[in-house]
Antibody
Framework: QLVESGGGLVQPGGSLTIPCAAS????????MSWVRQAPGEGLEWVAN????????NYVDSVRGRFTISRDNAENSLFLQMNSLKAEDTAVYHC????????????WGQGTLVTVSS | DIPMTQSPSTLSASVGDRVTITCRAS??????LAWFQQKPGEAPKLLIY???NLQSGVPSRFSASGSGTEFTLTITSLQPDDFATFYC?????????FGPGTKVDV
């Protein structure tokens, strides 16, 4: 099970960190990802992280502004978002998978982040 | 980047129909393709991985095939629970990319 929290309304240029609590599987051996979906739009992969946190990858549109991290002791995944833009408005899903040959096989319900003044 | 396309964008069908959705990649992705089903207000659900492998728990009326750049998802006998939006996604290379979706409605 993957449960996101922490979404809300943020002003343009602001920051927000959203956590995801994982349970029911071996979190510490799983690649993890964030995938977002703007209102009424399709799916966009945002970032992923390998099991020990030493490898992180980002889509170009967020690289340098977003940071993915994890705490294996707490079975938690995080997405720190800085310099937020209106186009970052979306439901952010925490997803298991996303490494080499690792499909997105379990999704959280998502948390809505709205960037607006 | 590897853009993904899907056709049709919308598909009107009836219960019992055979439905086929096509997904194309701009370059070869071997068989590193997944299919997802998403219903309104819900998270996407994995149906197919590695182009043709049925995810555990997914009904056998769903099947898929393809390799390289062209892929298909088939629902052999559409059920009321199947009306949703379907997305393909390549995980061959970064950035992972999704197709724009195919909405299957009545």
């Amino acid at each position: 099970q993957l449960v996101e929290s922490g979404g809300g309304l943020v002003q343009p240029g602001g920051s927000l960190t959203i956590p995801c609590a994982a349970s029911g599987f071996k979190f510490r051996t799983s690649w993890m990802s964030w995938v977002r979906q703007a209102p009424g739009e399709g799916l966009e992969w945002v970032a992923n992280i390998n099991p020990d946190g030493s490898e992180k990858n980002y889509v170009d549109s967020v690289r340098g502004r977003f940071t993915i991290s994890r705490d294996n002791a707490e079975n938690s995944l995080f997405l720190q978002m800085n310099s937020l833009k209106a186009e970052d408005t979306a439901v952010y899903h925490c997803v298991r998978g996303g490494g080499s040959a690792s499909v997105f096989d379990s999704w959280g319900q998502g948390t809505l982040v709205t960037v607006s003044s | 980047d590897i853009p993904m396309t899907q056709s049709p964008s919308t598909l009107s069908a009836s219960v019992g129909d055979r439905v086929t959705i096509t997904c194309r990649a701009s370059q070869s992705i071997n068989t590193w393709l997944a299919w997802f089903q998403q219903k309104p207000g819900e998270a996407p659900k994995l149906l197919i991985y590695e182009a043709s492998n049925l995810q555990s728990g997914v009904p056998s009326r769903f099947s898929a095939s393809g390799s390289g750049t062209e892929f298909t998802l088939t629902i052999t006998s559409l059920q009321p629970d199947d009306f949703a939006t379907f997305y393909c996604q390549q995980y061959y290379t970064y950035p992972f990319t999704f197709g724009p979706g195919t909405k299957v409605d009545v």
